[in-house]
């Protein structure tokens, strides 16, 4: 993690003439180009024709992909890059996150208040199972990329309250907080508390993580495909897992 460079790259967006035109304006959204020039500042490496697919960067670290949602997009295009050479998908996850709505008529951003919900690692859980199959390449890479963030809604005039039914505008980094790496099964463990018992279901998973049941189950059931926890029997309707 590297804080300076990561404002650099947030100043170099940010500040850039084209981006002056106004917020949300660009093609290419201000979350996702300010993670490409902070992984890659060299824009010459930005957008690379691999395989008969773009890649968000190439260099001497193999493929960077920033992906902020639906990776279900990306099973075809992590395929076709896995035969050439490693590459790391970068999800980005806004574990503190700010509120501001954008009139877009007068262009005034206002009412800034700090969102409750606080994201965790366990947001990249439902995208991981749209790819689970390339998980297990040894060339497979994974950054959660840990930020503050500023969400920037369009308000809605049309009802009586404004904001009801608003849709997003932009997401603007504010400040990086953390970067964890997945290079190997073995780092899937992060997803396992160190509090859960030697046996477990996952009853006891969403206890421990604090996340929904549903979520716990897809965890589990990407963890056993990558054979880091295994099924050692059923507790009523409840499969049993340990560490393997």
Not at 162 to 185: N, Q
């Amino acid at each position: 993690m590297n804080s300076v460079e990561f404002e650099a790259a947030r100043n170099k967006i940010i500040c850039s003439a084209r981006q002056k035109n106004g917020i949300g304006t660009l093609g290419e959204k201000t979350l996702h180009a300010v993670l490409k020039n902070y992984y890659e500042p060299h824009t010459e490496n930005h957008e690379i024709k691999v395989g008969g697919f773009v890649a968000d960067i190439v260099g001497e670290n193999g493929i960077i992909e920033i992906q902020t949602r639906n990776f279900s997009k990306l099973t075809k295009k992590l395929e076709r890059f896995l035969e050439f050479c490693s590459v790391t998908v970068v999800y980005p996850i806004a574990t503190v996150k700010y509120l501001s709505w954008l009139d877009p008529i007068s262009g005034e951003i206002t009412d800034r208040r700090k969102s409750p919900r606080k994201g965790s690692i366990y947001d990249i859980i439902p995208e991981l199972y749209s790819i689970k199959y390339t998980l297990d390449n040894p060339r497979m890479n994974l950054c959660l990329c840990m930020l503050e963030v500023e969400e920037i809604k369009y308000l809605n005039r049309r009802t009586k309250s404004r904001k009801k039914g608003t849709s997003k505008c932009d997401r603007i980094p504010l400040k990086l907080m953390d970067e964890i790496y997945i290079r190997s099964p073995y780092d899937y463990n992060i997803f396992l508390p160190k509090t859960l018992p030697e046996e477990f279901t996952s009853l006891d998973l969403a206890a421990h993580a604090g996340i929904i049941r549903p979520l716990a189950q897809t965890t589990l059931n990407i963890l056993s495909y990558l054979e880091v926890v295994e099924r050692c029997g059923k507790y009523g309707n409840n499969i049993i897992y340990r560490r393997k």
